[in-house]
């Protein structure tokens, strides 16, 4: 018996609206598996499921607002048939006939006013979709039930939406900025060699697979993190842990405001035309709202990229639970001064905001250090 | 006709008008005398009415507390002012032990027809001593009844039938409230018995008193510019309380906040929560919510004290909390 619970997709998360359910029961469910699609105060996400199983009960009803961790469907482990698992007595109370495959579900919350008019009005409460404070069933429900209309709408209109992802934003940085002793070093690190290579490889591309400056920029940032440990991961507990892999977050404007920051997988051992790919692939799927649950929560450290109409350079506001954020400004001709000679340049400034409970200045300035000399040999970055 | 006055001078007038129409009434408390009285609400009295009726007493709450208790045994009218609820404790023994149960204690031969009248609440930086809400101490106790006038009206009007009552009465004057300013009608009558509608709604009834109203009625003023209408009761008398008001609030907006300065922990709030599961579950569409001080000594730093305390944005915080 497997619990599939409401993830948190990210720190600002604390409840989720489940949109629709992408399978039903006895569908069989791989690891990966988009199962779902919940309404997070940011966007709707589908939401995969990491272990593999048959479904045995879906739990969650659409419409339904619940707080991260609620056990939204009940998989069945292979082997497993709700026969076997009716027979397990560790999971069901013994004496209890006719109970469904697991523990007796939560109690829904059904507030005692509605209860009352449902009883009085005759309406079945079971087929009665909850609008109320973590998906309670309220009066107006029954009252809606009872005149046979739809449910009030759970999802929220664009205009509350708005707020609603102010409100996340507001929330995750101000906790940032509260709870994380920021500090900041910056580098001004020249393009010429990196653009001429992007240039001379994309002249070879046919149009739709040529690089942007931005996914090199990317790819540079998750090759050098491979020796800054300490910039990737995050702060739980009281203490660092380390990320596994490298997995960037992207930081997307949308066009009616706010950003989201879904994440690259992978991006340190990915070559620039795939990483381009998925970068092209998440910036549509974000702006058109169907991003995926491991994209949202598995960000291991953010990159934000102001380009062409950005300012010169940005320090930004790290998203937690994540330890550090790199910025890159607009990219600029500036001079330089190299070997005695001043030239005009293609340049971007990189900056590293970083959590000093984790990371020390000095480590933060190799690291940006490493960055420069890495978009100093382009070639070497497409790996 | 109206007129507008402050809470100050509605009180005054009442003491006043007490004092003007029965030889039996007094008023006895640390600096009512000479000084006017802490907050002005006796100035001028001394030199009306005399050193007989305007006494001023030596700091000692628990004697001269006693003292009102015998001079109401013994006939008289009493209006005790002790200063703030929290040199109440003092006198916390002649007012549990005594005054609440003389006519019980002499099997209804005697009764203490006694007011004392004290000022309570937060909000002024006088730090945690002197800025505690205790009333809900005093709703505890059968044998006195507790007032909370919280409006220019009941500042004027409750007084006179408090002085009637043949039993104990103690007044909680909110220190936020002095310069509140009102309209009074000319011939305000007003019961101590009642909670009363003061403003109508539909959505969230918000249960209230004393220094907290203005703050409910600041956030059903908030709540209405977003559509959602908030019922404000104002309990008026936290001791015996009005379950009737309470219950039909309840059956008409079937979402509650009640708002109430003392702590949450056995606080007033707690107790109306506890009627309103007794007399209107039923009718519920969400749990009742709380808005009480943070269960912290009441800070001196503004900025903490107003974070300790129940706030506009805190209630219209809570109640939007009920409506999913």
């Known amino acids: ?383 | 006709m109206t007129r507008r006055l402050s809470y100050r001078e509605a009180m005054r007038e009442a003491m006043h008008e007490a004092l003007a129409g029965d030889p039996r009434v007094f008023l006895m408390g640390e600096d009512v005398g000479r000084y006017g009285g802490t907050y002005a609400f006796s100035k001028g009295f001394l030199e009306e009415f005399g050193p007989e009726r305007i006494r001023d007493t030596p700091l000692s709450e628990l004697g001269f507390v006693g003292a009102g208790i015998g001079a109401a045994l013994g006939g008289m009218r009493p209006i005790v002012e002790v200063m703030t609820v929290n040199f109440s404790l003092l006198a916390l023994d002649q007012i549990v032990n005594s005054a609440a149960l003389f006519r019980h204690m002499s099997g209804g031969q005697f009764s203490v027809p006694l007011v004392i009248r004290m000022t309570t609440g937060a909000g002024r930086q006088l730090a945690a001593q002197h800025s505690h809400s205790l009333e809900g101490w005093y709703a505890h106790i059968p044998g006195i009844r507790v007032l909370a006038p919280a409006t220019v009206e009941d500042a004027r009007g409750m007084l006179a039938p408090a002085l009637a009552d043949p039993d104990p009465v103690v007044i909680f004057e909110h220190a936020g409230l002095f310069n509140v300013e009102g309209e009074l009608a000319d011939d305000c009558k007003v019961d101590i018995s009642s909670a009363k509608v003061r403003r109508e709604g539909r959505d969230v009834a918000i249960i209230t008193y004393g220094g907290s109203l203005p703050k409910a009625l600041a956030a059903a003023e908030t709540l209405a510019g977003e559509s959602i209408e908030a019922e404000v009761i104002d309990l008026r008398v936290l001791r015996p309380l009005d379950t009737a008001t309470i219950a039909a609030a309840v059956a008409k907006c079937h979402r509650v906040v009640v708002v109430d300065e003392n702590w949450k922990s056995g606080g007033l709030a707690a107790e109306v929560v506890a009627r309103i599961m007794e007399h209107a579950f039923f009718e519920l569409d969400a749990p009742v919510a709380r808005v009480c001080s943070e269960e912290v000594p009441i800070p001196y730093a503004r900025h903490l004290e107003e974070a300790a305390l129940p706030q506009p944005e805190k209630i219209v915080a809570a109640v939007k909390g009920l409506l999913g």
């Open chain 1, 1 to 383: 018996m497997i619990e599939f619970k409401l993830p948190s997709l990210g720190a600002d998360m604390d409840e989720g609206t489940l949109l629709e359910w992408k399978v039903g029961v006895g569908d069989t469910v791989k690891k990966g598996q988009v199962v779902a699609v919940v309404d997070t105060s940011k966007a709707a996400v589908d939401v995969e499921c990491w272990q593999e199983g048959s479904v045995g009960e879906l739990l969650a009803e659409v419409g339904q607002k619940m707080p991260v961790g609620t056990v939204m469907a009940k998989l069945l482990e292979p082997g497993e048939t709700a026969e076997t698992i009716v027979g397990t007595p560790r999971v069901l109370p013994a004496g209890r006939a006719g109970a469904t495959a697991a523990a007796p579900p939560p109690r829904r919350m059904i507030s005692p006013a509605a209860r009352k008019h449902a009883q009085e009005k005759g309406v079945d409460l079971d087929k009665v979709t909850g609008s109320g404070p973590h998906g309670a069933v309220t009066l107006e429900d029954v009252e809606h039930a009872a005149a046979g209309l739809a449910p009030p709408a759970a999802v929220l209109p664009a205009a509350d939406k708005a707020g609603e992802m102010r409100r996340a934003i507001a929330a995750a940085m101000a906790r940032s900025k509260r709870e994380i002793p920021h500090y900041y070093v910056a580098e001004d690190i020249p393009l010429v060699k990196a653009l001429a290579w992007l240039q001379a490889g994309n002249a070879k591309r046919p149009m739709a697979e040529r690089l942007l400056p931005a996914v090199l920029l990317f790819k540079a940032v998750a090759v050098a993190l491979k020796r800054y440990p300490e910039l990737n991961g995050y702060w739980r507990d009281g203490g660092f842990v380390p990320a596994e892999r490298i997995n960037l977050g992207v930081a997307i404007s949308l066009r009616q405001g706010g950003l989201i920051a879904p994440a690259l997988l992978n991006a340190d051992a990915k070559p620039l035309t795939q990483l381009m790919q998925e970068l092209t692939d998440l910036v549509r799927r974000t702006r058109a709202g169907s991003l995926r649950s491991s994209e949202m929560s598995e960000a291991t450290i953010t990159v934000t990229n102001l380009g062409d109409q950005g300012s010169q350079a940005v320090f930004g506001v790290i998203y937690p639970p994540q330890v550090a954020l790199v910025g890159f400004g607009r990219v600029t001709e500036r001079p330089w001064a190299e070997n005695g000679e001043l030239k005009a340049l293609p340049m971007v400034t990189a900056s590293l905001s970083a959590d000093h409970r984790v990371s020390d200045g000095h480590r933060g300035a190799l690291f940006l250090r490493e960055l420069a000399d890495l978009l100093q040999r382009p070639e070497d970055l497409d790996r």
